[in-house]
């Protein structure tokens, strides 16, 4: 079988066995062209060897170890598809080893900045000047007061449906990763943001079913549109505008909420993560109110302080 046909057959079977969405389709499509094109338009016959040489390759160039075990996931899972298809013979992927991941923290945003930004998009809404600036800035603060209030992530953000506007209601339905659905919680300022966004679409939109709809070729609002306006916003409000994206507000949805006192699990079912582990890189965020809950909390903590004892990190 022909490379284009194989990887045609690949991406299929990931769509209707798996469930794969449509952005991670495209990246496994971009990964296995990369790889072709770089060994000569040899996929199917390529060995242990060649797989290591293109993370040399990768390596010297720069890529981040990340993206390189990303490219290499891709790999595997189509040389397991083509093993388990009689397509080739052998898995060649077995014996490489993944690039060594360094464990790194998401980027938040404190609870100060996220009011700052807040505040910012409501005062354009209530300040703007015509009839399109203010739905502009009206769109922009329903974006916000959603993300922030819910935790999703941009592309289930920017395809909610109309449905979502339905002010009686203080969850979403949420479609995400894989098809698995799962609810959000919908707060009073996010639903009082949508209603007012809603009321100043314009008219050629009231048939859509989008609740961001958009003349782009998915009919809503995208990605990048979306975290442009945000940077943006960023600037205006004195923010550094590298430091603001729609997935830093997933972080700091999370990362507040665990500062709060919010129990892993919830924000693991919360944010869609099919594994704990995944949620588990927030719990650095939890070390001060774990430390102060044990020092405050604790019946020895409590007799270590009627003795003139105070716990500490050292205290082992």
């Known amino acids: 079988m022909k490379n284009a046909l194989a990887i045609e057959a690949f991406l299929e079977m990931m769509s209707v066995e798996r469930g794969a969405a449509a952005n991670t389709l495209a990246a496994y499509e971009r990964d296995l062209a990369a790889f072709d094109a770089w060994h000569n338009a040899r996929l199917m016959s390529a060995t242990c060897e060649d797989i290591r ?3 040399v390759v990768m ?3 720069g890529m ?3 993206s390189q075990a990303r490219r290499l996931s891709t790999l595997r899972q189509f040389y397991r598809f083509a ?3 009689g397509l080739r013979g052998d898995d060649p992927t077995g014996a490489v080893d993944s690039p060594r991941l360094g ?3 998401p980027k938040i945003m404190s609870e100060g900045e996220v009011d700052r930004l807040l505040q910012c998009a409501q005062a354009e809404v209530e300040t703007a000047d015509t009839l399109a600036r203010k739905r502009r800035a009206s769109r922009l603060l329903a974006l916000l007061e959603l993300l922030y209030a819910s935790g999703l ?3 289930e953000l920017v395809s909610l449906p109309i449905s979502a506007t339905n002010t009686d209601q203080r969850f979403i339905l949420v479609k995400g990763k894989g098809g698995k659905e799962r609810l959000v919680p919908m ?6 943001a949508v209603s007012i966004f809603v009321a100043l679409r314009e008219k ?3 048939g859509s079913p989008w609740l961001f709809p958009a003349s782009s070729a998915s009919g809503h609002m995208t990605r990048q549109n979306f975290a442009r306006d945000l940077k943006d916003l960023a600037a205006r409000a004195g923010l550094q505008p590298s430091k603001v994206s729609p997935h830093v507000l997933r972080h700091a949805f999370a990362s507040h909420l665990l500062q709060n006192g919010a129990d892993l699990r919830a924000v693991q079912q919360l944010l869609g993560h099919a594994d704990i582990a995944t949620t588990q890189v927030y719990t650095h965020v939890m070390e001060e109110r774990l430390r102060a809950l044990v020092e405050t909390a604790h019946p020895l903590a409590a007799a270590g302080k009627n003795r003139g004892f105070t716990p500490s990190a050292s205290s082992g």
């Open 83 to 85: 093993y388990g298809e």
């Open 64 to 66: 981040s170890a990340s």
């Open 59 to 61: 390596n010297d160039e």
């Open 153 to 155: 992530r941009v592309s």
């Open 53 to 55: 040489n293109w993370l």
């Open 103 to 105: 464990r790194s923290l």
């Open 187 to 192: 707060s009073n300022k996010a639903r009082e």
């Open 204 to 206: 050629r939109n009231a």
